[in-house]
Structures are given as structure tokens and as C-alpha cells.
Nanobody, 123 residues
Framework: VQLQASGGGLVQAGDSLRLSCATS????????VGWFRQAPGKEREFVAA????????YYADSVKGRFSISRDYAKNTVYLQMNSLKPEDTAVYYC?????????????????WGQGTLVTVSS
């Protein structure tokens, strides 16, 4: 099982980025997907999640209305569209997969993790 996150970079406040997480080695449609982030010196935190059949999405309050999670079953890839970025969004962003349909917001509930992609937002 491999999860390859990409799309991070250095942007200015107010800009947008789209992160991608390409998966392989499993049946993508059998998993709910989440994005987490970890800022320097802080614990990893939940950002967004989407259910196995894309019927449900869930966002942390800090990103609600600015970020959007989606998935492409043909490409086995999940995306995180991030708009109106703020300096406090600076972090390494990780994608994770959880077997089953139900979205989850805590780290132990996820089965597989990607390596992370760095997002830096300057003020």
C-alpha cells in the first residue's frame, strides 16, 4: 500500500493550493480518506475527511468554508483544495486511509498514511 501526497509549496496569504494523494496497492473505493496536518512544534491534527462513497464530508472548524476534500475513483486519488490560505495553515499535510465508509477524525482510526507534503503560507 502506497499513499503519495503532493502539491505543497510556498504561497502567500490568500492564495490557493490543491493537494493530491495518489494511492495504490489497495481497493481505493473501500476506504474513507482523511487529511491531517502537523505544524512545527504541534501535534498532528485533523483537517478534513470524505467517506468511502463520497456521500459525507467533514471539516475541522479552522478550515470550514475554505478547504474542500474530494476524490477521483478513476485515478485512485484524493484532493484537498485549499483556498484563502492563512499563515496558520502552514504545516506538513498528510493523507490517510481508513477501511470502511465512516469518516473519522482521530489518528488511531486510520490504517494507512502518506509521507506528507509541506505547505508554507507567508504573510
Amino acid at each position: 500500500v502506497q499513499l503519495q501526497a503532493s502539491g505543497g509549496g510556498l504561497v502567500q496569504a490568500g492564495d490557493s493550493l490543491r493537494l493530491s494523494c495518489a494511492t495504490s496497492g489497495l481497493t481505493f473505493s473501500g476506504y474513507a480518506v482523511g487529511w491531517f496536518r502537523q505544524a512545527p512544534g504541534k501535534e498532528r491534527e485533523f483537517v478534513a475527511a470524505i467517506s468511502r462513497i463520497s456521500a459525507s464530508t467533514y471539516y475541522a472548524d479552522s478550515v470550514k468554508g475554505r478547504f474542500s476534500i474530494s476524490r477521483d475513483y478513476a485515478k485512485n486519488t484524493v484532493y484537498l483544495q485549499m483556498n484563502s490560505l492563512k499563515p496558520e495553515d502552514t504545516a506538513v499535510y498528510y493523507c490517510a486511509l481508513r477501511h470502511g465508509n465512516v469518516v473519522a477524525t482521530t489518528i488511531p482510526e486510520y490504517d494507512y498514511w502518506g509521507q506528507g507534503t509541506l505547505v508554507t503560507v507567508s504573510s
